[in-house]
């Protein structure tokens, strides 16, 4: 069957969904090292020259031989997983058993060489996938710094988004985000704790996933917040992201949150079987900030597609947001930061010098490449806190959990029976400004990650080139059901465009000729 494949021909891997990188395997059409070796080479073409994307902060040095062994066991005609062969990468907080350092963008984690398999990372290989390598992030998943840039790391520098070459890739997850929009891998997994999937993902054209948290264990991955932190899919499509999310999602002994998992996943690619709008209920957010009119036009244009197409819309007006809300959360994330990242390091190998949290603000003040741009103060400010049994933090969580879940997006879905709460996802990109930090996006992707329930966005087209994205939002364990949404609303609206690499926005013809005087 093999033989079928054209001697020397490149395999044609930009805009590839794995169904169909899956179909050319399985039709002899292509190999599995022929797959791997297209992505390298867009790698070496696209993030390590040309436009210099800094997306990948390290290649698996086995994902070769792993390929090899995966077209071995094709010709044997040995059962194959449904990601067979496919390469996936992994945002670079998730450990892998591959020679790779799990650094979360950070100097402190250079030698940190794990030699274990997070079990959403075992899960992924167990069903086929190959692991490419790992993605640049924000440094530790952007957490460190309130002045923070996205995107940027000390280990990986500055991820470029591959829609406008000077603006931000948002974050953390901006890595994957943006070499999933590049072609430069056939599917990623980004974590989360507030928008680290779904802005990137928003931002870069993408499909991001943001599940339930308890849906995908966390163990080995390089935690913030054990109420918030969730592993989820970044991808092309949703079909796409509902293969991912099959093979991830499960119980593991070692994280008590993934106890339900097992009873409440399912098989997200048979859910997406006669995707529909029809007779949705749809509860309509209206959100404007970040938000360019622009955007707020496509939005409302997008609206009136989806009631066309049968959706019923629900203008949700009675949106609750109480002002202490932002503090209750950081409070929350501060104190859990301290126990969990200081758990991780502990487990770390000798290798790992920095085994607390004090040890790693001591190992940035000490090295002038990590605060070189931003400083520390987040990091120092939960040094400060005194754990998970201090009533400060245990009436924060409480009342974030509430004002999230019981009388926010539990509240709207109940009063108005909806199937799930629908908004614009996020702003679109901002001109990356290393004097001033970031952007607010904007957007309403808050709620459900301080709720920990899931956040679907599917992209809804461009403004001026850049992508943004719609977002679909339900309660906990509600995956099925949004990603079928996004299917349907996918083949009705088709937002996505592959990039164009652009220099800038200003850069393209018509926005150039603009800003000339007339003449």
């Given at each position: 069957?093999?033989?079928?494949?054209?001697?020397?021909?490149?395999?044609?891997?930009?805009?590839?969904?794995?169904?169909?990188?899956?179909?050319?395997?399985?039709?002899?059409?292509?190999?599995?090292?022929?797959?791997?070796?297209?992505?390298?080479?867009?790698?070496?073409?696209?993030?390590?020259?040309?436009?210099?994307?800094?997306?990948?902060?390290?290649?698996?040095?086995?994902?070769?031989?792993?390929?090899?062994?995966?077209?071995?066991?094709?010709?044997?005609?040995?059962?194959?997983?449904?990601?067979?062969?496919?390469?996936?990468?992994?945002?670079?907080?998730?450990?892998?058993?591959?020679?790779?350092?799990?650094?979360?963008?950070?100097?402190?984690?250079?030698?940190?060489?794990?030699?274990?398999?997070?079990?959403?990372?075992?899960?992924?290989?167990?069903?086929?996938?190959?692991?490419?390598?790992?993605?640049?992030?924000?440094?530790?998943?952007?957490?460190?710094?309130?002045?923070?840039?996205?995107?940027?790391?000390?280990?990986?520098?500055?991820?470029?988004?591959?829609?406008?070459?000077?603006?931000?890739?948002?974050?953390?997850?901006?890595?994957?985000?943006?070499?999933?929009?590049?072609?430069?891998?056939?599917?990623?997994?980004?974590?989360?704790?507030?928008?680290?999937?779904?802005?990137?993902?928003?931002?870069?054209?993408?499909?991001?996933?943001?599940?339930?948290?308890?849906?995908?264990?966390?163990?080995?991955?390089?935690?913030?917040?054990?109420?918030?932190?969730?592993?989820?899919?970044?991808?092309?499509?949703?079909?796409?992201?509902?293969?991912?999310?099959?093979?991830?999602?499960?119980?593991?002994?070692?994280?008590?949150?993934?106890?339900?998992?097992?009873?409440?996943?399912?098989?997200?690619?048979?859910?997406?079987?006669?995707?529909?709008?029809?007779?949705?209920?749809?509860?309509?957010?209206?959100?404007?900030?970040?938000?360019?009119?622009?955007?707020?036009?496509?939005?409302?244009?997008?609206?009136?597609?989806?009631?066309?197409?049968?959706?019923?819309?629900?203008?949700?007006?009675?949106?609750?947001?109480?002002?202490?809300?932002?503090?209750?959360?950081?409070?929350?994330?501060?104190?859990?930061?301290?126990?969990?990242?200081?758990?991780?390091?502990?487990?770390?190998?000798?290798?790992?010098?920095?085994?607390?949290?004090?040890?790693?603000?001591?190992?940035?003040?000490?090295?002038?490449?990590?605060?070189?741009?931003?400083?520390?103060?987040?990091?120092?400010?939960?040094?400060?806190?005194?754990?998970?049994?201090?009533?400060?933090?245990?009436?924060?969580?409480?009342?974030?959990?509430?004002?999230?879940?019981?009388?926010?997006?539990?509240?709207?879905?109940?009063?108005?029976?909806?199937?799930?709460?629908?908004?614009?996802?996020?702003?679109?990109?901002?001109?990356?400004?290393?004097?001033?930090?970031?952007?607010?996006?904007?957007?309403?992707?808050?709620?459900?990650?301080?709720?920990?329930?899931?956040?679907?966005?599917?992209?809804?087209?461009?403004?001026?080139?850049?992508?943004?994205?719609?977002?679909?939002?339900?309660?906990?364990?509600?995956?099925?059901?949004?990603?079928?949404?996004?299917?349907?609303?996918e083949a009705l609206v088709q937002g996505r465009r592959a990039p164009t690499f652009a220099p800038s926005v200003e850069s393209r013809d018509d926005v150039a000729a603009a800003l000339e005087p007339s003449k």
């Open positions: 069957m093999l033989a079928a494949v054209v001697a020397g021909a490149p395999y044609p891997a930009a805009e590839k969904s794995i169904a169909q990188i899956e179909a050319d395997l399985a039709a002899g059409r292509t190999t599995c090292v022929a797959v791997v070796q297209a992505y390298l080479d867009r790698i070496r073409d696209l993030d390590r020259q040309g436009p210099a994307l800094h997306s990948i902060i390290a290649l698996n040095p086995h994902v070769m031989a792993d390929a090899r062994a995966a077209d071995a066991a094709r010709a044997r005609g040995e059962h194959l997983g449904p990601l067979a062969g496919v390469p996936i990468i992994l945002k670079d907080n998730i450990d892998s058993d591959d020679d790779t350092a799990t650094t979360a963008g950070s100097l402190a984690l250079r030698d940190n060489v794990t030699h274990r398999d997070a079990p959403l990372v075992r899960r992924l290989t167990d069903a086929g996938a190959l692991i490419l390598g790992k993605a640049n992030l924000s440094e530790w998943a952007n957490i460190r710094s309130d002045h923070s840039i996205s995107g940027w790391s000390a280990v990986g520098g500055l991820v470029r988004n591959p829609y406008a070459l000077d603006r931000n890739a948002c974050g953390s997850s901006a890595g994957t985000g943006a070499a999933v929009a590049a072609s430069l891998v056939a599917a990623g997994v980004g974590t989360e704790t507030n928008g680290s999937i779904t802005c990137p993902s928003s931002l870069t054209g993408l499909v991001g996933l943001k599940p339930t948290v308890g849906l995908v264990s966390r163990t080995y991955v390089v935690p913030i917040s054990h109420t918030q932190d969730t592993a989820g899919p970044m991808t092309r499509s949703v079909a796409d992201a509902a293969l991912l999310l099959t093979a991830m999602a499960g119980s593991d002994p070692k994280d008590p949150a993934t106890a339900e998992a097992d009873r409440h996943r399912t098989d997200y690619v048979a859910a997406l079987a006669g995707a529909s709008l029809k007779g949705k209920r749809l509860g309509v957010v209206r959100v404007t900030d970040g938000m360019p009119p622009a955007e707020t036009a496509l939005f409302e244009t997008t609206l009136k597609k989806l009631a066309e197409a049968g959706a019923v819309l629900v203008d949700v007006t009675d949106v609750h947001r109480d002002p202490s809300l932002g503090d209750a959360e950081l409070t929350v994330l501060l104190t859990e930061l301290k126990v969990d990242l200081n758990a991780y390091l502990a487990s770390t190998s000798p290798s790992v010098k920095t085994r607390t949290l004090q040890d790693v603000i001591a190992f940035n003040a000490a090295t002038p490449r990590e605060l070189a741009i931003f400083g520390q103060e987040t990091f120092e400010a939960a040094e400060q806190t005194k754990g998970l049994d201090d009533p400060a933090y245990l009436a924060a969580r409480e009342k974030a959990l509430r004002l999230t879940r019981q009388e926010g997006i539990d509240a709207i879905l109940a009063k108005h029976d909806l199937d799930a709460i629908v908004a614009p996802s996020f702003g679109p990109a901002w001109r990356t400004d290393v004097v001033t930090g970031d952007h607010d996006a904007g957007g309403v992707g808050s709620y459900a990650a301080i709720a920990g329930y899931p956040h679907l966005t599917v992209p809804m087209g461009q403004v001026m080139g850049l992508p943004v994205g719609f977002s679909f939002i339900g309660p906990a364990w509600s995956e099925a059901k949004l990603l079928a949404l996004g299917a349907a609303f």
